[in-house]
């Protein structure tokens, strides 16, 4: 149905852009929206397994050494963690969370922030029929 999908998430002061990217044929851009729709809405309503959790953990945390393997990304962290008044060692910070996070905290993180029903849609390409 998809050829790929990814998800990421950006947090700012006041607000946080939580974005899901996919790419299929314009006859399945609906489909793969209701996917999404109803596999976040349980993700606000029940625990992931453990080993979602545990996959979700691993990929979080490999992605903070990859976040800062050059010069200007690690400087483009630090000028970002200055600008939202964290520590320059936020990366440590957010790994030591992750590892401690559990199903139940994404849960609820899930039911207080995510509002599928609220999402934009972008599509780009030829018009969905």
């Not at 990421?8 to 607000?15: A, E, I, P, Y």
């Not at 962290?77 to 939202?84: A, F, K, V």
């Not at 509002?115 to 030829?126: A, E, K, N």
Request: charged letters at 25%; one cysteine or more; proline letters at 6%.
């Amino acid at each position: 149905m998809v050829y790929f999908v990814s998800s990421d998430f950006q947090v700012g002061l006041t607000r946080g852009i939580y974005e899901i990217s996919y790419a299929c044929d314009p006859p399945n851009v609906f489909k793969a929206r209701g996917i999404i729709a109803r596999d976040l809405d349980q993700m606000r309503t029940n625990n992931v397994s453990d080993e979602e959790l545990h996959q979700a953990k691993v990929l979080l945390l490999r992605k903070i050494p990859l976040s800062e393997s050059s010069f200007d990304q690690i400087a483009g962290g630090w000028i970002s963690r200055s600008e939202l008044g964290l520590p320059l060692d936020e990366p440590i910070h957010a790994a030591q969370r992750y590892l401690e996070l559990n199903a139940a905290e994404v849960r609820a993180a899930f039911e207080r922030w995510i509002r599928p029903r609220d999402f934009v849609q972008v599509s780009q390409g030829p018009a969905p029929k």
